[in-house]
């Protein structure tokens, strides 16, 4: 059976731990929001090139990239299929159809992750100014009592 402490019944120390804790917890939950925008826009600049591949380029020699800054030179032979990354270095051959749905669904899936953890960084925000406005009144409280 768990118990429940309200904040205000916590000394001022317990409270700076507390609000150490909680801000962790607001740095992990912000960095892993800020990179799940970084993989909803990997994924959308996935769709934008499998949109690129068309039927009008093939047989045409077009620019592979390698790495983010090399390129080497190529032919695009089936403009109809496509490599898709699915994950841990595995690759699979797909329709341009089917990889738009797959990054597409990606897409999707990453967004209403990012809504929740939105939700969820709004309410310790919320519980951050809350527990920083009691640990102020017992800061001043204190520093009445002693004078």
């Given at each position: 059976?768990?118990?429940?402490?309200?904040?205000?019944?916590?000394?001022?120390?317990?409270?700076?731990?507390?609000?150490?804790?909680?801000?962790?917890?607001?740095?992990?939950?912000?960095?892993?929001?800020?990179?799940?925008?970084?993989?909803?826009?990997?994924?959308?600049?996935?769709?934008?090139?499998?949109?690129?591949?068309?039927?009008?380029?093939?047989?045409?020699?077009?620019?592979?990239?390698?790495?983010?800054?090399?390129?080497?030179?190529?032919?695009?032979?089936?403009?109809?299929?496509?490599?898709?990354d699915v994950g841990t270095?595995?690759?699979?051959?797909?329709?341009?159809?089917?990889?738009?749905?797959?990054?597409?669904?990606?897409?999707?899936?990453?967004?209403?992750?990012?809504?929740?953890?939105?939700?969820?960084?709004?309410?310790?925000?919320?519980?951050?100014?809350?527990?920083?406005?009691?640990?102020?009144?017992?800061?001043?409280?204190?520093?009445?009592?002693?004078?």
């Amino acid at each position: 059976m768990s118990q429940t402490i309200s904040v205000s019944d916590l000394d001022v120390t317990q409270l700076a731990d507390v609000r150490k804790q909680l801000e962790d917890e607001l740095n992990h939950l912000t960095n892993s929001f800020a990179q799940l925008k970084q993989a909803q826009a990997k994924f959308k600049n996935c769709i934008e090139n499998v949109r690129e591949v068309n039927p009008q380029n093939a047989d045409k020699t077009i620019l592979v990239p390698l790495t983010n800054s090399l390129y080497v030179p190529g032919k695009l032979s089936d403009p109809d299929r496509v490599i898709v990354d699915v994950g841990t270095g595995y690759y699979i051959e797909k329709t341009r159809p089917q990889a738009l749905k797959h990054y597409s669904d990606k897409v999707e899936y990453i967004r209403t992750n990012l809504e929740t953890l939105e939700d969820t960084i709004t309410r310790k925000r919320d519980n951050m100014g809350y527990l920083t406005d009691i640990l102020q009144q017992k800061l001043r409280a204190q520093t009445q009592s002693k004078s």
